[in-house]
Each structure stands twice: as structure tokens, then as C-alpha cells.
T-cell receptor, first 111, second 112 residues
Framework: GAVVSQHPSWVICKSGTSVKIECRSL??????MFWYRQFPKQSLMLMAT?????????EQGVEKDKFLINHASLTLSTLTVTSAHPEDSSFYIC???????FGSGTRLTVV | GEDVEQSLFLSVREGDSSVINCTYT??????LYWYKQEPGAGLQLLTY?????DMKQDQRLTVLLNKKDKHLSLRIADTQTGDSAIYFC????????????FGTGTKLQVIP
């Protein structure tokens, strides 16, 4: 079946540094990828929609300069958390648009 | 706007059936999903139903959809301790990029 591979599974970084999260669609092409974040004990919140070859569409309240999304190919989308702060610590998950398939998630801890 | 709601918590005894409920507001949804999330893990797709269906059964899982009332339920038969997790319902819309909106999640606790 369709699989979305997400890396890394977890990452700890220092405040002020940047972290890149990758999502790859295996065995299928993902024209559109969604990026979600989940705070502890809360539901998933859509951050942005990334489309191959064009700019991402961000949800209201999500800083596009802080959460850089690149979707350079039909099988790879990346989310870069720039100048990370402790409040960015969260669980980030990607999903391909036309499948109900998610990546395994990335737990980011900023210290 | 789109809104998906679930009860926050459900506790059942091992061997009993669990029923997790979900209500949604947007009638233009095309697919409705159930996901399972174990502690510290990503989402696992359990099952989904097309909006033109009213029931789907997959082994121990039964999904019921009442489109008129915008109500979705997941029944887990013979609930096991390994079923303890958070369950999210989600709906996918027919418009735009077909984004998926999630419910708040129901924490299922299975008592041995």
C-alpha cells in the first residue's frame, strides 16, 4: 500500500537553530502534501498545504517565514522550522493529499 | 467552517464492545476516516468510509455513517488492551485541495 516516510522521528535542537523534516511518498506521487502539528493532548491542526512546484498555502496564524515548506518533487516535501524556540516543540506530521496516509510523525523538542 | 467533534474519553472492559462517536458539520465531505494514535507514535489509518455508504465492516471494526445527522461511529468488537489509544475521526472535503479536518480525539482506555 501507499506509504509516506517521514524523517527524523524525533529531534532535539537548541533554541535559535533550524530543523528540517522530510516527507517522502513511496511508490506513489504526491502532488499535494499537508503538514500538521499536534500539541500534547490536542488534535491535529493543519499548518499548511504544499503543492509540487509552487508556493505553499498557510493556514491563518501560521508564520510562513518560520515554517518553510518546500515541495520540489512529486515524492518529497520538506518542512523547515527556522530559528526554533521552545514553544515550537510539538509533534509534526505530514500527509499526502489524495490518500488517508500519514507519515509517522516527528517529535521536535527545542531546548 | 468545518468542525469535527468527539467525546474526549471512553473506558471499557476487556472483551466488551467499544463505540466511539463523531459528529461533523460539513455536508460536502467525501471520505470519513478513523485513525488510531498510540502514545508517542504517528497516526495509523484504521478504516475509512465513502460518504455515499452507511456501513463498513472490517474484522473487529464496524463504521456506521448517518449522513442526515452527520454522525459517524466506530465500533470495536471484543476490545483488547492493545486497543488502548487515542482515536481520531476525520473528514475530507471535496473542494480545494481536499484537506482533512480532524476531530479532537477520543482516548480509549481498556480495563483488563
Amino acid at each position: 500500500g501507499a506509504v509516506v516516510s517521514q524523517h527524523p522521528s524525533w529531534v532535539i535542537c537548541k533554541s535559535g537553530t533550524s530543523v528540517k523534516i522530510e516527507c517522502r511518498s513511496l511508490d506513489f506521487q504526491a502532488t499535494t502534501m499537508f503538514w500538521y502539528r499536534q500539541f500534547p493532548k490536542q488534535s491535529l491542526m493543519l499548518m499548511a498545504t504544499s503543492n509540487e512546484g509552487s508556493k505553499a498555502t498557510y493556514e491563518q496564524g501560521v508564520e510562513k517565514d518560520k515554517f518553510l515548506i518546500n515541495h520540489a518533487s512529486l515524492t518529497l516535501s520538506t518542512l523547515t522550522v527556522t530559528s526554533a524556540h521552545p514553544e515550537d516543540s510539538s509533534f509534526y506530521i505530514c500527509s499526502a493529499s489524495d490518500r488517508g496516509v500519514f507519515g509517522s510523525g516527528t517529535r521536535l523538542t527545542v531546548v | 467552517g468545518e468542525d469535527v467533534e468527539q467525546s474526549l474519553f471512553l473506558s471499557v472492559r476487556e472483551g466488551d464492545s467499544s463505540v466511539i462517536n463523531c459528529t461533523y458539520t460539513d455536508s460536502s465531505s467525501t471520505y470519513l476516516y478513523w485513525y488510531k494514535q498510540e502514545p508517542g507514535a504517528g497516526l495509523q489509518l484504521l478504516t475509512y468510509i465513502f460518504s455515499n455508504m452507511d456501513m463498513k465492516q472490517d474484522q473487529r471494526l464496524t463504521v456506521l455513517l448517518n449522513k442526515k445527522d452527520k454522525h459517524l461511529s466506530l465500533r470495536i468488537a471484543d476490545t483488547q488492551t492493545g486497543d488502548s489509544a487515542i482515536y481520531f475521526c476525520a473528514e475530507r472535503y471535496s473542494g480545494g485541495y481536499q484537506k482533512v479536518t480532524f476531530g479532537t480525539g477520543t482516548k480509549l482506555q481498556v480495563i483488563p
